[in-house]
């Protein structure tokens, strides 16, 4: 079992920049494929990064890369989203799960994942 805590959210301007983090605990953090999801009024899930467990790879989807990152403090059992260049399409709660997965694994799709925090309102104005 894993438990998840999604904070970071808020109001920002287009053009503007969040952090969202992500506070594992339970089992070992490595252990786990850890993903950022975001969901907006209407539509489905969608994957927004993901990292695999060892930390040495990440996947942005491709409306977010070279504005999104995806970070990682170990230590902390903390994983992060910063996002930069913010749009008002950006707009939808973030969700960060956890899948249990081989350390080189990288997990994309919204049934790969068991472990969902609460979610973090991200509102992107005009």
């Known amino acids: 079992q894993v438990q998840l805590v999604e904070s970071g959210g808020g109001l920002v301007q287009a053009g503007g920049s969040l952090r969202l983090s992500c506070a594992a605990s339970?089992?070992?953090?490595?252990?786990?494929?850890m993903g950022w999801f975001r969901q907006a009024p209407g539509k489905d899930r969608e994957i927004v990064g993901s990292?695999?467990?060892?930390?040495?790879?990440?996947y942005l989807t491709a409306p977010v890369k070279g504005r999104f990152t995806i970070s990682s403090d170990n230590a902390k059992n903390t994983v992060f989203l910063q996002m930069n260049s913010l749009k008002p399409e950006d707009t939808a709660t973030y969700y960060c799960a956890a899948a249990e997965a081989n350390p080189s694994a990288v997990k994309i799709r919204v049934s790969d994942y068991a472990y969902w925090g609460q979610g973090t309102q991200v509102t992107v104005s005009s």
């Open positions: 339970g089992r070992t953090f490595r252990t786990y494929a």
């Open positions: 990292m695999t467990g060892s930390g040495r790879a990440t």
